[in-house]
């Protein structure tokens, strides 16, 4: 009788250890899941700011060549003096004043 109730015992725990094992399993496929859809997001993200910044920069661009003072560019795009003036250099051209 002791044989068999250590036999049992041996059995439920073996049978704990796989029903562990296999909820490991899933916990770290889920995880794996996750962060799989969490890297997805992050790179949409930066793709969509990366396109955001070129569109805001191309903006400045067709301001610059339509002679917008850069005070004026900096207030419809929001992009910094440095930024209208590392552009400029970039296409090398120059704000013209504007025609008021």
């Known amino acids: 009788m002791i044989e068999r109730v250590c036999f049992e015992r041996s059995k439920i725990t073996g049978q704990y250890e796989i029903v562990k094992t296999e909820r490991l399993s899933q916990e770290e496929e889920a995880q ?14 930066s793709r969509t700011r990366t ?8 903006v400045g661009k067709k301001l610059i060549d339509s002679g917008y003072l850069d005070e004026q560019i900096c207030e419809l795009t929001n992009l910094s003096l440095s930024e209208i003036e590392k552009l ?3 296409f090398n051209t120059q704000s013209l004043p504007s025609a008021t």
């Open 88 to 90: 400029k250099a970039k």
């Open 51 to 58: 396109a955001q910044n070129k569109a805001v920069r191309e």
């Open 32 to 45: 794996r899941l996750y962060d799989a859809r969490q890297k997805a997001l992050w790179d949409k993200n």
